[in-house]
């Protein structure tokens, strides 16, 4: 009977089948790597531009506001801008005048800076500002870095002003008088009572007037300039976006 031999290298791969085999695999996990990571990047774009358009939506909103706020400080350098005459009527002739009620009108307070935060927020804290294009970034820091020295400015400056001047208007006139002018009925009493005689602290209290007129001008000043940053912005990422214009 006649045996066949088989050889022992049937069917067994070369070198090349191997390299082949490999370079295959290669591709295949480089591919699906390469399609991962565009849709990563696809996803993060994405994201990047969905802060965007929440951003220009707080700044329309926050314009409005700027307006409204700059219009109040406006009004109230219009008021005090009456101080020096009325310094002259009271301390003369303890008379009271329109101006003088205008004044004490002007010292009630201030128009606080309400901005709203919701994108600004989540840029910082939950890193979003990394999904953005560097140039997109620097602007949007640059901006909160204003808005945040706007704000210090209304919590230092402004709020001392005003805590000052309401405190010695306390001190120089009768409560029932600032009742009247302030809460009442608008009108000024036939004559206005002082506190006492001291020259000195009316003199004091024009002297705050003064500078709290310059506190509400720089307010009206920085927060001209925020809403002016805010309308660039605006500008630049609804072109750069193409954004719904909705001026």
Not at 87 to 116: C, E, M, W
Request: aromatic share 12%; net charge neutral.
């Amino acid at each position: 009977m006649e045996v066949h031999h088989h050889s022992h290298h049937e069917g067994k791969k070369n070198w090349k089948s191997y390299i082949w085999e490999f370079f295959m695999l290669f591709l295949a996990v480089t591919a699906g790597f390469f399609v991962e990571n565009q849709r990563e990047h696809y996803s993060e774009k994405e994201k990047g531009r969905q802060y965007i358009e929440s951003f220009v939506e707080d700044l329309r909103i926050d314009t409005t506001r700027f307006s409204n706020i700059i219009r109040f400080y406006k009004q109230k350098e219009i008021e005090l801008n009456h101080l020096y005459a009325c310094y002259d009527s009271v301390r003369h002739n303890q008379n009271p005048t329109t101006s003088l009620q205008k004044i004490i009108n002007a010292t009630n307070g201030f128009a606080d800076l309400v901005y709203t935060d919701r994108t600004l927020e989540q840029l910082k804290n939950a890193g979003g500002l990394r999904l953005l294009e560097k140039e997109d970034a620097d602007s949007i820091i640059k901006y909160d870095v204003f808005l945040r020295f706007v704000l210090r400015t209304e919590s230092t400056s402004m709020q001392v002003k005003a805590t000052e001047v309401r405190n010695t208007r306390s001190a120089v006139f009768v409560f029932s008088d600032i009742m009247d002018t302030t809460f009442g009925t608008n009108v000024m009493p036939s004559k206005l009572e002082l506190v006492n005689d001291e020259k000195g602290l009316l003199n004091r209290f024009f002297n705050e007037l003064i500078f709290y007129r310059g506190a509400c001008g720089r307010m009206e000043l920085l927060i001209t300039m925020l809403r002016e940053r805010a309308a660039r912005s605006i500008a630049f990422f609804t072109k750069k976006y193409q954004l719904e214009d909705k001026g």
